[in-house]
């Protein structure tokens, strides 16, 4: 291995460059390859304040290429989409630190995460900048910086006065950002997390979101996509892009609610065509933050709980599972499920005339359905081992 191609990784299947060593020469190169393929204003941002050398590493290749940077400082990779957007960028830069190395994703100008094309054509331009000759540093305050703090107007934001959730996520900016947004309007953000209210969980980069319901149980990515295509119907929204959306249940939902929809990967898509058309046509562009803000708006103008709201969307797939426990302990399992879950939810727990109990699940795809009985199963083995004989 070349002491050039051990100081970075190409990563094709999430269209990334990985940066070993925070190495400053590979970093303005990167840059300098970004400005020379996008050709224009680029917006660059970090999540991790370990990476503000490797950041400003990447605003001067740019500079030295001659394009325009904008350093939007530490942020997460929805916030720069975002920005993007807004300021109708060229392109944007989003350095993320993860496992000790700082991964590189590049956004096109719908902020969106690069197609498999660009991202070859920026790994070619990369390549042909020869060794030493974008070494030359240029301090970041040639850059231009640029206000963010408007981020939440991407979407109308309702009054959830009187609302009380917990927010988790593992990156700090994202958790700052969803304290601003969540306070603004009105909900009291809990510390920890607790059975009697609403626990919401984004990724790292802020693009989807998961939780647990008021009686923590869990609501997977999935569930959480179909409600947010639920409230943005009934919110008059006919287009939106979204950070996870699955194909195999949201073409279906958005038929039957009449909605347009982009499905963004968390990697670059191989066939993004209609995502970037559906974003170049004005959808609602939804984020982690963005759609929690809507789901809790939807909640609370309709007084239901996230448990309930779960049953009024269709369900696709059906899985039963029997799970063998004493039969002295099936009541007591029972009796202590159906009070969180309830007699109408979409996973029942009844007694199996073999022996044990039939654990049925219904959700939205395979994916669901798998984690559902998953985390149940487990709550059933769990509860058996405390019952008393």
Known sequence: MSERTSRVIFDGEKARIKLLKFDTCEAVRIGAAAALHFKGKIGVMADDRSLAGAKSAVLSGIIKADSQALDYGMGFGALLSYCIRKNNLDGGIMLNLRDGTCGIYFYDRYGLKVSFESYN?????????????????????????????DYAKEVAVPDLSGMSLHFECGNIYVSACAKEIFEKCGVKLLQQQTPEHITLCSDREGHFLWGKDEKSCPVTKNEMSALLIKTASENGTDKIAYSYLCPTFCDSLCEIYGIEYSKVYDFAD?????????????????????????ICGYLKENNIRLAKAKENIPCGVTKVQNIWIPSSRKDYVIRRLSGRIGSAARVRVLPCVTGGLRLMVEAYDEESADELCYFYKNEIYRLAENADE
């Open 270 to 294: 191989k066939d993004d065509s209609f995502a970037r058309k559906c974003v170049a046509d004005n959808a609602v562009c939804f984020d982690a933050l963005l759609a929690a803000v809507q």
């Open 121 to 149: 054509e920026l790994k070619k331009l990369h390549g042909m900048l020869p060794d030493g000759v974008l070494a030359a540093h240029i301090p970041d305050e040639n850059a231009s910086r640029c206000d963010i703090s």
